[in-house]
C-alpha cells in the first residue's frame, strides 16, 4: 500500500476539527475510519464497517483519503457504517440545516 514514512499522519483531534473523511488502522490491522460526523470500524470477521465512540479508535496516524500517495483511497468513495448513507472520499461536510423559526 503505501509507504508509512511519506504519509501526513494526523490526530483524531485534528481529523475532528477538519470535519473531513479520514482513516486510519491500529495494531491488530482494523480499519477505521471518521466520515467526518462519526468514526466506525471495519469488523476482520465480516469486512462491514460498524460505528464506535471516538475514544475506542486510535489516538494518532489519521490519514485524509486525498493525503494518500497511491491513489486508492482518493479514488473510492468510503463505505458508509451501519444505518448511515455513504459519503464521498474528499471535499468540505455538508452544511447543517438551518433551524428558522
Given at each position: 500500500m503505501c509507504a508509512a514514512q511519506e504519509l501526513p499522519y494526523h490526530?483524531?483531534?485534528q481529523?475532528?476539527?477538519?470535519?473531513?473523511?479520514?482513516?486510519?488502522t491500529d495494531a491488530r490491522?482494523?480499519?477505521y475510519r471518521f466520515d467526518g460526523i462519526v468514526f466506525?470500524?471495519?469488523?476482520?470477521?465480516?469486512?462491514?464497517f460498524h460505528l464506535v465512540p471516538s475514544w475506542q479508535t486510535p489516538p494518532y496516524g489519521w490519514l485524509h483519503p486525498s493525503e494518500c500517495p497511491c491513489?486508492?483511497?482518493?479514488?473510492?468513495?468510503?463505505?458508509?457504517?451501519a444505518g448511515h448513507p455513504a459519503r464521498a472520499p474528499a471535499g468540505p461536510p455538508a452544511p447543517a440545516p438551518s433551524r428558522a423559526a
Open positions: 490526530s483524531r483531534f481529523v475532528v476539527c477538519d470535519g473531513t473523511p479520514a482513516w486510519a490491522g482494523a480499519v466506525s470500524r471495519r469488523r476482520l470477521r465480516d469486512r462491514t491513489g486508492v483511497w482518493g479514488s473510492a468513495p468510503l463505505p458508509a457504517p
